[in-house]
């Protein structure tokens, strides 16, 4: 039976949602670990539009192993404390303002997992996770998932960003999660190294645009991501005034330490989709392994 027709099956209430979550988590230990993926996610208009960001998403999925499930850290999940996604179907959050109907009428049915949900809580000693029942995938995570998944037959699940929290926290925290890799789980660090809405460049929203100091704190991000250099980048208060323009605050920065705290001695770095938009977003993603 193929996966999207057993969820289907399960859906109508033939088979039972524990069957499913033993079906669908596929946590049995592979030979090589699950890529980590960081990906600018931009405007939500990429969930639903053709364009060249969400091409080179889809073309993605197709580079990489199935995963057995999606972990997204999303930059919009900003929450007190650390809290992973339980539930056996999130729900689609619409939490944007002023799109097109067509946006908020997208629902991307993907399954959860509160089985990989309670064994990621319980990696980390660093804190505790709490299993999260009210949330869901918001369009940090579902418009990228949706062009690489479409048929929604991947579990997805969502584990949030705690705010009162510096930067080495989270890359400590994403250190503890390592292992999931190693059971078919994509990590996806969903985000926008150069975020800054104050300074968009209207006349310029749809082109591929950057400003020279957004620009120029790109290209030195991804030397020091290609040459692992970490602490710079958890330290990034200290990279200057570009650095106090791109990330006015952490959020969307923030899904990258998660990224690179996962990566080990044997992955290779590599880069997609790396343009900025708009004068100060930059949408350049990073492959690790």
Avoid: C
């Amino acid at each position: 039976m193929k996966r999207k027709e057993f969820i289907k099956t399960m859906a109508m209430g033939t088979i039972g949602l524990s069957s499913l979550n033993n079906f669908a988590s596929g946590l049995k230990e592979r030979e090589k670990p699950m890529p980590v993926l960081f990906i600018g996610h931009g405007s939500p208009m990429n969930g639903i539009e053709d364009n060249e960001f969400s091409r080179r998403w889809a073309s993605m999925a197709k580079e990489i192993p199935l995963p057995s499930a999606v972990l997204a850290v999303s930059a919009h999940w900003y929450t007190k404390g650390t809290r992973i996604t339980a539930m056996d179907f999130p729900e689609t959050i619409h939490d944007f303002g002023g799109f097109p109907q067509a946006l908020f009428d997208v629902q991307y049915n993907a399954p959860g997992n509160p089985e990989l949900a309670e064994e990621t809580s319980k990696l980390v000693t660093s804190t505790d996770i709490v299993l999260d029942h009210d949330w869901g995938l918001d369009h940090g995570a579902w418009t990228v998932v949706r062009h690489m998944y479409p048929d929604a037959d991947i579990p997805v699940l969502q584990l949030s960003i705690d705010y009162s929290k510096p930067a080495q926290y989270h890359y400590q925290l994403a250190q503890q999660l390592q292992s999931l890799r190693k059971k078919g789980v994509l990590i996806i660090g969903s985000g926008n190294m150069v975020h800054n809405l104050r300074m968009v460049a209207w006349d310029k929203i749809n082109d591929t645009y950057g400003y020279d100091w957004a620009l120029d704190l790109n290209e030195q991000f991804k030397n020091l991501i290609s040459n692992k250099a970490h602490t710079p980048l958890i330290n990034y208060h200290q990279l200057g005034r570009a650095a106090q323009y791109a990330i006015p605050t952490p959020e969307h920065y923030l899904p990258l330490l998660y990224t690179l705290g996962m990566q080990n001695d044997k992955d290779d770095v590599s880069f997609f989709n790396d343009k900025a938009v708009a004068g100060s977003l930059t949408m350049t993603s990073v492959k690790l392994g």
